[in-house]
């Protein structure tokens, strides 16, 4: 499991309205203990990610504590973390089980409570407060990602391109191994990158590599250097098991 470095803000602190969507008195009951699940067991990192304590993760998806037990474990363990002795699983991964739960619902008042459980996560994700805490670390992260090229060559005396093996050009480059828009997470991680020439980035970049597995493809392909590719592997590792 990975680990939230810093909690910005609870949930609850963002003071989301209750808004009573039409229904019986027994239907509010449960639209109420929907916002409230989400409300009280929300927290927003410090990427303005939402992760969710899984204690409230059946009333959210509206099924038995078994169950939802059950779709908890088809969740990959690096959209899980701890905090303080209790699990959370990331709020988008929950938003794939609300819309499998959405698209075989079975009735039409089960339907609706999902689409209500979805809505509070939009409102979470979207208030102003989170939003806030995205584009702050957005920023941090520009920053520090410019830092990466000279950081790696100064921390592994890199001297020849780390892919062809080709001496380094003053044009040189940071290239991400995962890219950046696919894992937007890993962009500030030193392991997850390499320092090549400008031309080779710019090739990469033409060929849409996303991922260490595509870029091993291609090596291959060129008969560039793979190495990279196990430390790389352990590096992932250390870095989902935190």
């Known amino acids: 499991m990975s680990e939230i470095v810093l909690i910005q803000i609870p949930a609850s602190d963002l003071e989301l309205e209750f808004m009573q969507p039409f229904g019986s008195d027994s239907q509010r009951k449960t639209f109420k203990s929907i916002h409230s699940a989400w409300t009280s067991s929300a927290i927003i990192d410090q990427a303005g990610a939402i992760w969710v304590c899984t204690s409230k993760l059946h009333t959210i998806l509206r099924t038995n504590p078994s169950l939802a037990r059950y779709h908890l474990n088809t969740v990959k363990d690096e959209y899980k973390t701890e905090v303080t002795?209790?699990?959370?699983v990331k709020g988008s991964e929950i938003c794939h089980l609300i819309d499998r739960i959405v698209q075989s619902a079975g009735s039409i008042r089960?339907?609706?409570?999902?689409?209500?459980?979805e809505a509070i996560y939009?409102?979470?994700r979207d208030s102003e407060r989170t939003r806030l805490v995205r584009a702050e670390h957005y920023e941090l992260m520009q920053s520090y990602r410019s830092e990466l090229r000279r950081t790696r060559i100064a921390?592994?005396?890199v001297k020849r391109d780390e892919l062809t093996s080709l001496?380094?050009?003053f044009c040189n480059q940071f290239s991400h191994i995962r890219s950046v828009a696919a894992y937007p997470r890993l962009g500030d991680k030193l392991w997850n990158g390499l320092v090549i020439n400008q031309d080779i980035h710019g090739f990469i970049t033409k060929s849409e590599i996303n991922d260490?597995?595509?870029l091993l493809d291609l090596c291959v392909e060129h008969g560039w250097k793979?190495?990279?590719?196990?430390?790389?592997?352990?590096?992932?590792?250390?870095?989902?098991?935190?």
């Open 85 to 88: 002795g209790a699990t959370y």
């Open 110 to 117: 089960r339907e609706g409570y999902a689409r209500y459980s």
């Open 122 to 124: 939009r409102d979470i």
């Open 155 to 157: 921390h592994f005396q």
């Open 167 to 169: 001496p380094l050009r």
């Open 212 to 214: 260490e597995n595509q």
């Open 226 to 242: 793979t190495d990279w590719y196990s430390a790389y592997l352990e590096s992932l590792k250390e870095h989902t098991q935190g």
